[in-house]
């Protein structure tokens, strides 16, 4: 009896493992590396998505698709301005560190440059065998040794740097390495028709696509009849235009998502959105949801911007209010997509996947965010700011145009929980978070600024 009780416990055991093993070996070979495509916009502010700007129905696709993706409503770009933002987004490294740190090329060429020695988000993902490809704008270091296609990318077609000519109807592309030349072939369609084109190449393996749109960048530029419509609507004709451009780039990228669709690639795609700072301050009624400052500042209305994760029957549609910031996408794309990391790099973010999948804490995620730009060699009196949990401590913005010089202006404390318009100094009335904070400041300065004159 006790023989049979022995024998029949051995045959169970050994029935619950090999079903054990039959799950297990399912699992990894039904498990197929997603693609991902990272769209980023260029001075799109947080207020012109059309559900924060009253309404005025300009990004239909953008509203439909937030309702569908994982939406963080405190999301940070790396930097006030676009260089070094995109340089966050690509190495999950904060720009200071990587040396890319102004955005003017001809004045400062060895300040907008991605380090040689830092590892590319594009440098992962082809490492881990996925097809790469930049569409749009790269702006993170001109010559041969810094094109695109030196740090990653097996395609490029795009702009090196911010220059469009006059307008988005006359233009130059660099073609994987030659230049080609377009006239009335609007940027920004014929960017997203290139995006098409490279999902179509690549839909039978895993691809990873940066579609960096230029719009709504200057020179502001889309065709008369759009514009009027928005004029006739009341905007002046800056204003208009921007929103004419925006519009463009959100059917645009309708049309990629239908073509995902069909070649039934759509529920195996992570589609990220962003763009990389706050609006330009151009002339015109622009709507910024209520945010004090625009690109080139620190404040909310430069640094805070749209940012979604979709990924249809993977990630349940929800916003989360908790930071995220740039430098956080690639520590998260290499634990959603499981790829092989074996690189001696510190990233400065951590992996959103615990809040992407409704985990309450982010507790992979750094307790400090920072941010800083200046028009050349760092001054990290100026334009400077820290985020701990609701309170941010921001050095305040002295002049677009300084260049060498610092600004000696007091310091400023706000909760951004209760106060997101940065309209409440709370300095003086929480002076230890105010003193530790400005330490703390000072310290990432020094930290990032040895860092880069070390390289």
Not at 162 to 175: G, R, T
Not at 249 to 278: C, P, Q, W, Y
Not at 291 to 311: A, R
Not at 364 to 369: C, E, I, K, T, W
């Given at each position: 009896m006790h023989k049979n009780f022995n024998y029949t416990k051995s045959v169970l055991l050994s029935l619950l493992l090999i079903i054990f093993l039959i799950h297990y070996c399912t699992g990894q070979s039904t498990w197929k590396q997603p693609n991902v495509i990272l769209i980023l916009a260029d001075d799109m502010g947080y207020g012109d998505i059309s559900a924060f700007n009253g309404g005025l129905n300009s990004t239909p696709t953008l509203d439909k698709l937030s309702k569908e993706s994982v939406y963080f409503t405190q999301a940070y770009s790396g930097s006030p301005v676009c260089t070094p933002s995109r340089a966050a987004l690509l190495t999950g490294r904060y720009p200071h560190r990587t040396g890319a740190i102004t955005l003017n090329m001809e004045l400062f060429?060895?300040?907008?440059?991605?380090?040689?020695?830092?590892?590319?988000?594009?440098?992962?993902?082809?490492?881990?065998?996925?097809?790469?490809?930049?569409?749009?704008?790269?702006?993170?270091?001109?010559?041969?040794?810094?094109?695109?296609?030196?740090?990653?990318?097996?395609?490029?077609?795009?702009?090196?740097?911010?220059?469009?000519?006059?307008?988005?109807?006359?233009?130059?592309?660099?073609?994987?390495?030659?230049?080609?030349d377009f006239s009335n072939d609007y940027l920004t369609e014929n960017l997203t028709q290139r995006a098409i084109s490279f999902v179509n190449r690549h839909k039978n393996e895993p691809f990873f696509l940066h579609l960096a749109h230029y719009a709504p960048h200057r020179p502001l530029s889309a065709p008369k009849d759009l514009i009027d419509s928005y004029v006739k609507k009341g905007f002046d004709q800056n204003t208009a235009t921007v929103y004419a451009m925006i519009e463009?780039?959100?059917?645009?990228?309708?049309?990629?998502?239908?073509?995902?669709?069909?070649?039934?690639?759509?529920?195996?795609?992570?589609?990220?959105?962003?763009?990389?700072?706050?609006?330009?301050?151009?002339?015109?009624?622009?709507?910024?949801?209520?945010?004090?400052?625009?690109?080139?500042?620190?404040?909310?209305?430069?640094?805070?911007?749209?940012?979604?994760?979709?990924?249809?029957?993977?990630?349940?549609?929800?916003?989360?209010?908790?930071?995220?910031?740039?430098?956080?996408?690639?520590?998260?794309?290499?634990e959603e997509c499981r790829l092989?990391?074996?690189?001696?790099?510190?990233?400065?973010?951590?992996?959103?996947?615990?809040?992407?999948?409704?985990?309450?804490?982010?507790?992979?995620?750094?307790?400090?965010?920072?941010?800083?730009?200046?028009?050349?060699?760092?001054?990290?009196?100026?334009?400077?700011?820290?985020?701990?949990?609701?309170?941010?401590?921001?050095?305040?913005?002295?002049?677009?145009?300084?260049?060498?010089?610092?600004?000696m202006e007091k310091p400023q404390l706000f909760n951004i929980k209760n106060d997101p318009s940065e309209k409440m100094d709370l300095s003086d009335i929480e002076r230890g978070r105010y003193n530790m904070m400005s330490v703390k400041l000072e310290q990432w300065c020094r930290e990032v600024e040895w860092e880069r004159l070390s390289k």
């Open positions: 060429p060895e300040l907008t440059r991605i380090h040689e020695d830092e590892i590319t988000i594009a440098d992962v993902f082809r490492k881990n065998g996925y097809a790469t490809g930049l569409i749009g704008k790269w702006h993170n270091g001109d010559g041969e040794e810094y094109h695109p296609m030196r740090r990653g990318f097996q395609e490029f077609e795009g702009f090196k740097g911010y220059d469009v000519s006059k307008d988005y109807f006359n233009y130059k592309l660099d073609i994987n390495g030659q230049y080609q463009i780039m959100d059917k645009g990228i309708g049309d990629l998502i239908s073509e995902l669709n069909h070649l039934k690639i759509r529920n195996n795609t992570i589609v990220i959105f962003a763009s990389d700072n706050g609006p330009d301050p151009i002339v015109g009624a622009r709507f910024n949801h209520g945010l004090k400052g625009t690109k080139y500042t620190v404040d909310e209305g430069g640094i805070h911007v749209p940012l979604l994760f979709n990924w249809p029957n993977t990630l349940t549609p929800k916003s989360i209010d908790k930071v995220a910031h740039f430098t956080d996408v690639l520590p998260t794309l290499i092989e990391f074996t690189e001696n790099t510190k990233f400065d973010g951590g992996s959103l996947s615990g809040l992407l999948y409704g985990a309450k804490k982010e507790n992979d995620l750094p307790q400090y965010r920072f941010w800083q730009w200046n028009r050349g060699v760092p001054y990290y009196t100026h334009n400077a700011a820290i985020r701990d949990g609701d309170w941010k401590l921001v050095r305040p913005f002295n002049t677009r145009n300084m260049v060498f010089g610092q600004s």
